[in-house]
């Protein structure tokens, strides 16, 4: 007798109820020999909360936990592990773990004898300092002078060891789990974990970077006459690093029973993955004339390295910036990487906003990194736990147990050739272990609930606004033969600081994906807005977004018209003039932030290096009645046009130019405008969407409150608000075309057609019901009990007073038609005499409610 516990899992009764019962110690979580694959009959439901969340996930350690190396203890630590993130594991397809051993420089040394012993990550703090600090007592040595051992005589670790470890996890846990388990290395290029002498004292060549501690992948090593797995005689002058590197890795992976290796920290992709400075940008001015050797020298090392490696995939970090920065500055070439049949899987999102709170650069840069992707769509989702180095366990202390960077990436959406959203295949864990060796039961129990949460709410369609990114045509910018790589800089920065101010982009479709999902989807992007750069004259997208507007679409285009047709300045309304650069006096009538305490400054400051040339667009006919300009900007006499908006067709068009409000220095990202001194032209995006119908305003305390970042994704045809409130002091007011949004389980004061909320730091909400009435007052929307055969869930709204409900019914699973009667705060049986009629529109995807007084309850 078997009971079906997941969609495609069985487990037998006997021991389920064993299991249940308490008895976890006794019997595994999914004993072998008990666990069946048996696929689900066609036709049958499942759940959202029964589906698999994930193709893999990894949990990230390093070998800390391993305090013995004795077998029972290996065994011991493998049991914790897959114990504490079973109810994760329950809802994934396979599993891996990918071991933070030390810093790469064990496959580098590597020399094929097992019983050498292995200079291991057993520290808190840099392992490579760049130099010794001064003598001074202890205590007042900081860990990023000086690294401390995490225990005292922590073990002795051997190749042979490591393989022990490997073959216990693998074995643990699919006996456990039942379900493939496989086991990752790691490179890191830098000084971090492990003291490295192959590194830092006999090949200091391959080293590049600001302070020259981080290892260039394009380097070539020096003669060397140790023996190494690879190279038994010794490294002939010369080797290209790639060479040496990808043969290490093969015997290394193995002769140890590896499955795959990562790249950390930029390696592969550039030796400058962490700056917004370059070989090709020096802060200053933008050079060009090396990005095609730059660019062949990464390509070359990859095909190094797959000629000695072939077959083990790469997974990677890739950069801590976005596809336009690392093209601009670095000459990064991401699409030959990506497809270059090189077997890797794309970057995860950067897990730096923990450390910074740069989320606007976390979201904007892992969207222009999965908009295209290697073949396969395969990308991950990464979370930061844990550091096993550096004494921080972020879910506990930068976070401070708050979710925001768990469901603000999960609300992101990406759109492949057909249009289909492509969620996350992998989740990643960096680390499951702290800085001690560490496993706290707590961190999996808090954590896994959101994650699960935030899947089980997976965007399947576009959201608020899709951003179609020109990864091609960025490429070009850069390699092309009319190089101009200030357009990709400016785009991604610009998109970066516009998210950091409340910007709701969640979804992303490069544009040869958009041109193919649109022809054989002509509606699917009717109730999105389409964001993205000035296309080129004469291009498809141009094309296809001109006859969208016809069709009734939204299109939002942002950036220098340099390179604009005539047609498009024509639509725009819109002529060239000579650039203004420097301060200059903004002036807009869109609706900016509401500041409590001060007022928004009207001096901008324009850096046409920075912002991909000068402010240069005047009107064309200034008595055109259906071109509104929204903001300009001027000198004097002299004044610009720096944004508008007109109806085109059916559909509305909207332009910003934009401008970098940032200067550059020598720290690693662009820094910020004073905001009290100058205005920062990223605040003039949000406020453009009511142009669309799409109200989203905020009240500030003051100018250098931070403001919220908000996006909006779609699923189950239901809304969902996911939040980060840097400031719990902000006021958010929305209203969106069909009303006043009313997020599930909140109270909102009604005012202007506006609903008002003030949030947590993070926050995620379903959104079904939007409200027009025209009075003011306490509005609510509640879960309720159903107490009702045949009715799974139910809505109740409370505060109504003549208003027209527009509800979002759910799609999945097939049920009952959708009820609304009033006077009901409590789930009862139905009474005909208090139906309320309603009208399905959009093709049954919207109910309308009109002139409703009072409680209205909704049920399905």
């Known amino acids: 007798m078997v009971r079906k516990v997941f969609g495609n899992q069985a487990i037998s009764r006997r021991d389920w109820l064993k299991w249940t019962a308490g008895s976890a110690v006794a019997v595994p979580l999914f004993g072998q020999g008990h666990f069946e694959v048996e696929p689900l009959p066609a036709g049958v439901y499942v759940a959202p909360s029964e589906r698999s969340a994930f193709k893999r996930v990894t949990l990230e350690m390093s070998l800390k936990p391993f305090r013995s190396t004795d077998g029972r203890a290996l065994r011991a630590v493998a049991r914790h592990v897959f114990q504490q993130w079973a109810p994760l594991l329950?809802?994934?397809?396979?599993?891996?773990?990918?071991?933070?051993?030390?810093?790469?420089?064990?496959?580098?040394?590597?020399?094929?004898?097992?019983?050498?012993?292995?200079?291991?990550?057993?520290?808190?703090?840099?392992?490579?300092?760049?130099?010794?600090?001064?003598?001074?007592?202890?205590?007042?040595?900081?860990?990023?002078?000086?690294?401390?051992?995490?225990?005292?005589?922590?073990?002795?670790?051997?190749?042979?060891?490591?393989?022990?470890?490997?073959?216990?996890?693998?074995?643990?846990?699919?006996?456990?789990?039942?379900?493939?388990?496989?086991?990752?290395?790691?490179?890191?290029?830098?000084?971090?974990?492990?003291?490295?002498?192959?590194?830092?004292?006999?090949?200091?060549?391959?080293?590049?970077?600001?302070?020259?501690?981080?290892?260039?992948?394009?380097?070539?090593?020096?003669?060397?006459?140790?023996?190494?797995?690879?190279?038994?005689?010794?490294?002939?002058?010369?080797?290209?690093?790639?060479?040496?590197?990808?043969?290490?890795a093969q015997h290394f992976l193995t002769d140890l029973g590896f499955d795959y290796i990562w790249f950390s920290n930029g390696f592969g992709f550039s030796a400058t993955a962490w700056s917004v400075k370059g070989p090709l940008f020096d802060g200053n001015a933008f050079h060009t004339e090396q990005a095609a050797a730059i660019s062949a020298k990464v390509v070359e090392f990859w095909k190094a390295f797959r000629k000695e490696c072939p077959s083990f995939r790469v997974e990677c970090r890739g950069s801590n910036l976005s596809t336009g920065a690392d093209l601009s500055a670095s000459a990064s070439p991401i699409r030959e990487i990506y497809d270059g049949g090189f077997n890797m899987v794309a970057p995860p999102n950067s897990p730096w906003a923990a450390i910074d709170g740069d989320f606007g650069l976390e979201i904007s840069g892992y969207l222009s990194h999965i908009a295209h992707l290697p073949k396969g769509d395969v990308f991950p989702f990464r979370f930061y736990t844990h550091d096993p180095w550096w004494m921080n366990s972020p879910w506990f202390d930068r976070y401070a147990h708050e979710p925001h960077d768990i469901y603000l990436p999960l609300a992101l959406a990406r759109l492949d050739g057909e249009g289909k959203v492509t969620p996350p295949s992998f989740l990643e864990f960096l680390t499951i272990d702290n800085s001690y060796g560490e496993l706290p039961d707590q961190c999996p129990n808090e954590v896994t609930p959101h994650i699960l949460l935030a899947m089980d709410h997976y965007s399947d369609e576009p959201g608020l606004v899709t951003w179609i990114y020109p990864f091609q045509e960025f490429h070009e910018s850069v390699f092309g033969a009319s190089p101009r790589p200030s357009e990709p800089f400016f785009s991604d920065w610009f998109m970066r600081n516009a998210v950091n101010a409340g910007m709701p982009v969640n979804t992303v479709v490069s544009t040869g994906n958009f041109l193919?999902?649109?022809?054989?989807?002509?509606?699917?992007?009717?109730?999105?807005?389409?964001?993205?750069?000035?296309?080129?004259?004469?291009?498809?997208?141009?094309?296809?977004?001109?006859?969208?507007?016809?069709?009734?679409?939204?299109?939002?285009?942002?950036?220098?018209?340099?390179?604009?047709?005539?047609?498009?300045?024509?639509?725009?309304?819109?002529?060239?003039?000579?650039?203004?650069?420097?301060?200059?006096?903004?002036?807009?009538?869109?609706?900016?932030?509401a500041i409590q305490h001060g007022a928004l400054p009207s001096r901008m400051l324009h850096r046409d290096v920075l912002s991909d040339g000068g402010i240069d667009t005047v009107l064309l006919n200034p008595s055109a009645q259906d071109a509104e300009a929204c903001a300009t900007v001027s000198r004097g006499s002299d004044e610009r046009v720096f944004a508008l908006t007109r109806a085109v067709g059916r559909g509305r068009l909207a332009w910003v130019r934009g401008s970098l409000s940032s200067f550059i220095t020598d720290a690693y990202l662009p820094q910020a405008d004073d905001p009290k001194q100058l205005f920062h032209a990223e605040l003039l995006m949000r406020p453009m969407l009511a142009k669309f119908g799409y109200e989203v305003k905020v009240a500030r305390p003051t100018v250098?409150?931070?403001?919220?970042?908000?996006?909006?994704?779609?699923?189950?045809?239901?809304?969902?608000?996911?939040?980060?409130?840097?400031?719990?002091?902000?006021?958010?007011?929305?209203?969106?075309?069909?009303?006043?949004?009313?997020?599930?389980?909140?109270?909102?004061?009604?005012?202007?057609?506006?609903?008002?909320?003030?949030?947590?730091?993070?926050?995620?909400?379903?959104?079904?019901?939007?409200?027009?009435?025209?009075?003011?007052?306490?509005?609510?929307?509640?879960?309720?009990?159903?107490?009702?055969?045949?009715?799974?869930?139910?809505?109740?709204?409370?505060?109504?007073?003549?208003?027209?409900?527009?509800?979002?019914?759910?799609?999945?699973?097939?049920?009952?038609?959708?009820?609304?009667?009033?006077?009901?705060?409590?789930?009862?049986?139905?009474?005909?005499?208090?139906?309320?009629?309603?009208?399905?529109?959009?093709?049954?995807?919207?109910?309308?409610?009109?002139?409703?007084?009072?409680?209205?309850?909704?049920?399905?």
């Open 90 to 248: 329950q809802r994934v397809d396979a599993c891996a773990v990918m071991l933070w051993t030390a810093d790469g420089s064990e496959i580098l040394d590597y020399r094929g004898n097992l019983n050498d012993e292995i200079e291991w990550a057993r520290y808190i703090g840099s392992a490579n300092p760049e130099k010794e600090p001064p003598q001074r007592d202890p205590s007042e040595i900081s860990i990023h002078e000086r690294a401390r051992l995490y225990m005292a005589d922590p073990p002795k670790v051997t190749y042979a060891i490591l393989k022990e470890i490997i073959q216990t996890l693998k074995g643990v846990g699919r006996s456990m789990t039942g379900k493939p388990v496989t086991v990752g290395a790691t490179f890191d290029p830098g000084p971090e974990f492990a003291r490295s002498p192959f590194k830092y004292q006999r090949h200091t060549e391959i080293l590049a970077g600001v302070d020259r501690e981080w290892v260039d992948c394009t380097a070539t090593l020096n003669g060397d006459t140790r023996a190494y797995a690879g190279f038994p005689n010794g490294i002939s002058q010369g080797t290209p690093f790639g060479t040496f590197f990808g043969r290490q």
């Open 704 to 860: 250098e409150t931070r403001a919220p970042l908000l996006l909006t994704a779609r699923s189950n045809n239901g809304y969902f608000f996911s939040g980060y409130n840097p400031s719990t002091a902000v006021a958010l007011r929305l209203k969106f075309p069909h009303g006043a949004p009313l997020l599930v389980g909140y109270e909102t004061w009604l005012e202007n057609g506006h609903s008002t909320y003030h949030m947590p730091r993070a926050w995620h909400r379903e959104c079904r019901c939007f409200v027009e009435q025209s009075g003011e007052g306490e509005v609510s929307c509640q879960e309720r009990i159903s107490e009702e055969v045949g009715i799974r869930r139910r809505l109740v709204l409370t505060g109504l007073a003549g208003a027209t409900v527009h509800f979002y019914p759910e799609v999945r699973p097939a049920g009952p038609a959708v009820r609304m009667e009033t006077g009901h705060s409590q789930g009862t049986n139905f009474d005909s005499e208090k139906r309320v009629a309603y009208e399905a529109v959009d093709s049954g995807r919207r109910l309308v409610a009109r002139n409703v007084t009072g409680e209205l309850l909704i049920s399905w």
């Open 516 to 593: 193919a999902s649109r022809r054989s989807r002509p509606d699917l992007y009717g109730s999105t807005i389409l964001l993205t750069p000035v296309p080129a004259a004469g291009s498809p997208l141009e094309a296809a977004l001109f006859e969208d507007l016809q069709h009734g679409c939204s299109v939002f285009l942002c950036g220098s018209v340099a390179r604009a047709s005539k047609k498009l300045l024509d639509l725009l309304n819109l002529k060239l003039a000579p650039p203004l650069t420097g301060e200059l006096q903004m002036r807009s009538s869109l609706e900016t932030d």
